[in-house]
C-alpha cells in the first residue's frame, strides 16, 4: 500500500471513530431526555442504538487491526491505532451505560411518579461536557485540552455522592419511594462510570500525542 | 532481536499478564472477605493492591507495546498483543470493581448491623469462577473453555436483578436500613460488572486463538 493512501486509511478511521463517538453521544443524549421528559420514545431509540454501536464497534476494530497487521506502522501511527482500540471500546461502554439509564428511566415511567428532591440535569451536563472535550482533544491531537477533562472528573464523583445521601436521607422519609430513589442513584453511578469513560478517552489521546502514560498520575489534571 | 529472543519475550509477557492477573483475583477475594467477616484489615489490603495494580497494568501495557513497535508481529502474534491489552484494561477495572466494594464494605462496617436477608458468597462465588476459567482458557489458548465463561454471565445478572428486588422490599419494611441495603445494592453491581468484565476477557482468547470477533453474537455462548 503506498504511503498516501495509508495516509488515508488513517484519516478514514479517526472518521469512523468520530462516527462512533457520535452515535455513543447521540444515545446518552436520548436516555437522558427520555429520562427527564418521561419519553418512552426516546428510551426505546436508545435500545434500538445499541445494535448499530456495536456494529460500528466492530468496524472500528478491524479496520484498525487491518492497518497494524499489514503496514509496519511506526512509533505515533502505532500510539494512534492503539489509542484508537482503546477508546473505541470505552465508546462501546457509554453506550452499554446509557441502555442502563434508559432501563431505569423506562422502569421510573412505569411507577407512580415521586417528588424526588433531585436534578441529575447538572451532572449529565457536565458529562456530556467531558466527553465532548475528549472527541474535540482527540480530533485536535490538543493534550492540554484532554488534560483539562481530567479536572472535571473529581465533580462528578461529589455529585454522585451527593445523590447518593440525598437518596438515602429520602427514603427513610418515604419508603414507598424506594424502587423510584434507587433507579435515581443508579442511573446517577451510570453517569459517573460514563465521566471515568471520558477520562479514559482524554488520557489515550495524551498517550497519542505524547507517548506518555498519564494513567494513575493525577497530579497531571491540574497541570 | 532474534526470532527465539522473540518468542521468549512474548511468553514473559503473558506471564506478566497473569502476575497482574492474580493481584486482581486477590483483590476481589480479600474485598469480598473482609466483606464477609466484616474484616477491615483486609479492606484496608485492597487499598493498598489498587497502587500495586495500576503499577502492572503500566508495565504489562508498554512491554506489549514495544513487542508490537520493535517486531512486526504476524498475524496470531499480533492478536495476542491486542488480547493483552484489553485483558489487561479488563483486569484493571476488577481492581477498581474490588476498590469499590471494599469502600462499601467499610460504610458498612461504619454502621449498626442489620439483618439482610441476602447472601452475596453465591454470587461471588460464580463471579470468581468465570474470571479462572477466562484465565484458564488464555493460558491454554482454550476457545471453547472461553465460551463457557460467556454461559456463566446470564446467571451472575440473574442474581444481581433478584438482590436489586429483594433490598427493594427489605427497605419498605425497614427504612431504617436504607443506607446498608443500598450498600448491598452497590456490591451486587460491581460483582454484576465484574463477571462482565471476565466475559470480555474470554472473548478476547477467543479473538486471539481464532481470529473471529465473537462480541455481540451470544448464540456462540452455548456451542
Redesign the interface.
Known sequence: MPRIHYQQRLAELKNKLLAMAALAQQTLGCAMDGYMNGDMVLLHHVQENETAI?AA??SV??MA?DL??ME?PM?ID??FL?AV??IN?DLERIGDQSVNIAERAADLLSRPAADLPVNLRQMSDLTEKMIRFALQSLLDGDAAMAKSVLALDDDVDQMNRDI?KA??AM??QK??W??QA?SI??IS?NLERIADHATNIAEDVIFWVHGA?V??HLSLATD
Chains 1, 2 share one sequence.
Open positions: 456495536n464497534q466492530r476494530d478491524e487491526y497494524m497487521a509496519q512509533a502505532l500510539r492503539l482500540i482503546k471500546g447518593h437518596m438515602i427514603i427513610q419508603p414507598q424506594t424502587a434507587l442513584v443508579i453511578r502514560d494513567r494513575h
